[in-house]
């Protein structure tokens, strides 16, 4: 009954006059927007009465957003509830939960590194720790998924949760409360000094906190005597457009222009503009990007490079250049729908081509791309005159038709990984190794490495490690390599990757970022130009 009220209610503001007996019947309109949308509410109302099953009705609402939504770009989007708030907790920069950096081995929670100051390590949950009960529930050794976990340790700001814990070297399990609270999600993941007077910031997102935590790194390396900067934008999805525009205002003169939007028609929806009170605006600038930076990093890489403020290295970019209005549902769900475009300084579109509706295709553009060889060769990306730009300082060439094509071109090497590496990692090899020797030996480490540069320089994981992987891979999956030269290159790749796990739960991402970079082709490219 509450289902037909509601339903009573939203046909009579949107000015219906519905009959139902055996059917329904509507007062004719003019206007053709009105009669379909009487169609719509008519169709679902039927369905639902006169079905020969039971139907599920916010299922079949759902279905009916997400089926309209499907035939336009493919950036417009539904998402219920619940996965609206999962979406949004990386770009507010908190969420509430206990405080800890976990991962699973062997269907056990292991904390990794409780966060500093947080709920847990205010109790004196400790690195290493194993979560096997959330309330009296066994979460270790019954097959739950990371997802259910992590439902089970988050919760309301303020509210409580029992945590059984076992920790090495004691019999028993220990019990813990711990106060939920609001947990920081930082988004700079790395800012270190790569090289004397360079430094290099990485960061994942351009969240609420980006901007902020940017200025602190950018503050810190200084004081460390950076003159250059790489700033490392490979992976990054992007974010919020105004998170954008504030960091792009770090590193360009005043009022220039960031990125200006286009909507229907092509009617102004608005313009970015520096402020001119940038911490880094003459310095030596690169940045770094990939097939994977979309959105705000090419908003952001695109103002750089129209400005000529600094060089574009890697490979060209996703080419996300749709701009997409949040609209909130009634019940926390929420729809996205595309109202603009973005457009370069020199008025380049940052968004790829796409067809209306068919979002398989667009999914598939960065296989095409490297099919096409346009990953591993600059000479196979071609773009038509009619798509030139200029830079507006130096007039040098540019291209639009989707993403940012780089200065300088680093091809994606494929032989870097073997197959057999590339197995092993899929199927967690490495990373429970890397688990499991720090479950035996983070004491010892600690006390040997108090420094992280004195463990960059002396450590290198044991062979017996590696021999262990390579063993329990050929057991039980039979993965073994096809001949030496394969497991030399893999054996060189495991201790790189391996070596950095360490560091990472050691001490932070910073110091995992430091170890495998110096292996990563578009980095030294980097470097390599800024030591020339």
Known sequence: MKRFLYIAVALLLQS???????????????????????????????????????????RQVEDAITGMLSKLDPHSTYTNAKDTKKMNEPLQGNFDGIGVQFNML???????????????????????????????????????????????????????????????????ELTFIVTRDKIPVTSVDASYMIRPGVGLIRFSNFSATTHNELKEALQTLKKQGMESLILDLQGNGGGYLGTAAEIASEFLGR???????????????????????????????IVLVDEQSASAAEILAGAIQDHDRGTIIGRRTFGKGLVQRPIELDDGSMIRLTIARYYTPSGRCIQKPYEKGDAKSYARDVIDRYNRGELTNADSIHFPDSLRYTTLKKGRTVYGGGGIMPDIFVPLDTTRFTRLYRELSARSYINNASLQYMDENRKSLKKKYPDFNVFNAQFTIPQSVLDKILAEAEKKDKLKAKDDEELQHTLANMRLILKGLVARDLWDLSEYFQIIYEEDPVVMKAVEVFTQ
């Not at 062997?106 to 590194?113: K, R």
């Not at 976990?149 to 309301?156: D, E, Y």
């Not at 220039?256 to 940038?278: A, L, P, Q, W």
Request: without cysteine; hydrophobic residues 35%.
């Open 16 to 58: 219906l006059i519905i009959n139902h007996q055996s059917s329904i019947k509507a007062q004719p309109s003019s206007d053709p927007r009105e009669a379909a949308m009487r169609k719509l509410i008519q169709s679902t109302v039927m369905i639902n009465q006169f079905y020969v099953d039971t139907v599920n009705f916010d």
């Open 106 to 172: 062997e269907d056990t929670l292991v904390v990794i590194q409780p966060v500093a100051k947080g709920p847990s390590e205010k109790v004196g949950i400790l690195a290493g720790d194993r979560i096997v009960h959330v309330n009296d529930t066994a979460i270790a050794g019954v097959k739950m998924s990371r997802e259910d976990i992590m439902g089970r340790l988050r919760g309301p700001r303020g509210t409580k949760v029992k945590l059984g814990i076992i920790r090495r070297g004691i019999k028993d």
């Open 255 to 285: 009022n220039e222009m960031i990125v200006y939007t286009r909507g229907r028609g092509g009617v102004n929806m608005g313009e970015y503009r520096s402020n001119g009170s940038g911490l880094f605006t003459k310095e030596r600038l």
